[in-house]
């Protein structure tokens, strides 16, 4: 397991112009004894809460994770709080809802298909299934794409 990298910084508004967020800026010297702009993935621990996140570009270089409301909300800080960060590379791992493991363990071509996927078009998919309400949706989208992927077909285009 790769050592912690250790800095401080505040906590500052930032993020995309669309989508009002909190920031940290990754100091220069931390991003290059990550592996420089090779990190995308990271596991950055505030106040004793592990957050795996990814690493954003910033205009004229750099990187910063991006952190929102409600992380902030459980982590307990605010824009202007002076925090000690550590941060790790993380793994590209993606957590797959349980109906959507049953249904691709069911299908290896499905599977297949998912694991040549990026981590974040991985990701997307894994959030479409678990991000429904109902059971019953769940499974049936959860089957829908592993239909789709195991046909040869994308998993979000209507091929």
């Known amino acids: 397991m790769p050592t912690p990298l250790y800095f401080h910084a505040v906590l500052e508004p930032g ?30 621990t505030i106040r004793g809460h592990a957050l795996r996140l990814g690493l954003l570009p910033l205009e004229g270089g750099g990187r910063y994770p991006m952190l929102n409301k409600d992380v902030c909300a459980a982590v307990g800080i605010r824009l202007g709080d002076e925090l000690e960060i550590s941060i790790e590379p993380g793994p590209d791992h993606v957590d797959l809802p349980d109906e959507l493991a049953e249904a691709l363990a069911a299908w290896p071509e499905a599977e297949t298909a998912v694991n040549s996927y990026s981590g974040s078009h991985r990701r997307a998919i894994a959030r479409l299934v678990a991000e429904a309400k109902q059971p019953e949706t769940r499974i049936r989208r959860a089957l829908t794409l592993t239909e789709r992927l195991a046909r040869g077909l994308h998993s979000f285009r209507g091929d």
């Open 15 to 44: 993020g995309p112009s669309f989508m009002p967020t909190q920031t940290i800026v990754v100091p220069a010297e931390v991003l290059t004894a990550l592996s420089g702009k090779a990190a995308k993935r990271v596991i950055v």
